[in-house]
């Protein structure tokens, strides 16, 4: 992992898990190793930064591996396109005036409906990969 993202975990998420806590931040039940593993899947794009939080719980909570946690919780981003294309249109079908607004050249609309699309992926939606797809379903 880079510095600034091993920095990010540690002096962030882990930092305030050991202050929560109350132990220090040596023995919050993370390894450098770990976080390296854990920034890796963020930079493949397997985890988004809220599925990598959740994997991280399951690092601190001696689940194992952030590799075995993303797999045994099934966490991985979704970013097939197919997959994901019935949750784009069921959340343009469902919010027809944010299409009208797309449609009509209001591109930053979009954020509402690939925010749908997250809650309906709880999370594991590609959001890049969406916002092209709703882009490209209407027209924008």
Do not use: C, F, H, Y
Not at 28 to 54: I, S
Not at 64 to 85: C, H, K, Q, Y
């Amino acid at each position: 992992a880079t510095p600034a993202a091993a920095r990010k975990w540690w002096l962030g998420e882990l930092s305030r898990r050991a202050n929560e806590t109350g132990v220090e931040l040596v023995d919050v039940g993370a390894t450098p190793e770990q976080v390296a593993e854990l920034q890796g899947l963020v930079d493949a794009g397997k985890l988004n930064d809220k599925l990598a939080r959740t994997v991280l719980e399951g690092v601190v909570a001696g689940e194992g591996s952030p590799t075995e946690i993303m797999t045994s919780r099934n966490l991985e981003v979704v970013s097939d396109t197919g997959a994901l294309t019935a949750a784009v249109d069921e959340a343009i079908a469902a919010n027809p005036d944010i299409a009208d607004k797309i449609r009509s050249g209001k591109v930053a609309a979009a954020g509402a409906l690939v925010g749908a699309v997250m809650k309906t992926t709880r999370g594991q939606a590609d959001a890049k990969t969406v916002r092209e797809l709703i882009l490209a379903r209407l027209g924008a």
